[in-house]
Nanobody, 122 residues
Framework: QVRLVESGGGLVQPGGSLRLSCAAS????????MGWYRQAPGKQRELVAF???????NYVDSVKGRFTISRDNAKNTVYLQMNSLKPEDTAVYLC????????????????WGQGTQVTVSS
């Protein structure tokens, strides 16, 4: 069993910064791609950024230059550094990961965290 737990959300002013963390725990052999999604009320879930096991990163256009995704494989943790935050960044941010579990055969499964609220408002 694998669990993803997000942290670091909160209320910030426009132009402020916030760093989100997502820690994976459980029967993990290796984590492949890790990413962050966000979903605001009335809007479709959106992929914000992801990072591969080879540290290749991708971002949605609206956050390029402002957000940075990174990972610490020793801690099974992915981070999202968010700078120059805008009100439109307000959403529940959800962690997602493809995890190869510790069992013979090495099946890979996709897991979701429960989300952390980010609110950007003055």
């Amino acid at each position: 069993q694998v669990r993803l737990v997000e942290s670091g959300g909160g209320l910030v002013q426009p132009g402020g910064s916030l760093r989100l963390s997502c820690a994976a725990s459980g029967s993990i052999f290796v984590i492949n791609t890790m990413g962050w999604y966000r979903q605001a009320p009335g809007k479709q879930r959106e992929l914000v950024a992801f990072v591969t096991s080879g540290d290749n990163t991708n971002y949605v256009d609206s956050v390029k230059g402002r957000f940075t995704i990174s990972r610490d494989n020793a801690k099974n943790t992915v981070y999202l550094q968010m700078n120059s935050l805008k009100p439109e960044d307000t959403a529940v941010y959800l962690c997602n990961a493809d995890v190869q579990v510790r069992r013979w055969g090495g099946d890979t499964y996709n897991y979701w965290g429960q989300g952390t609220q980010v609110t950007v408002s003055s």
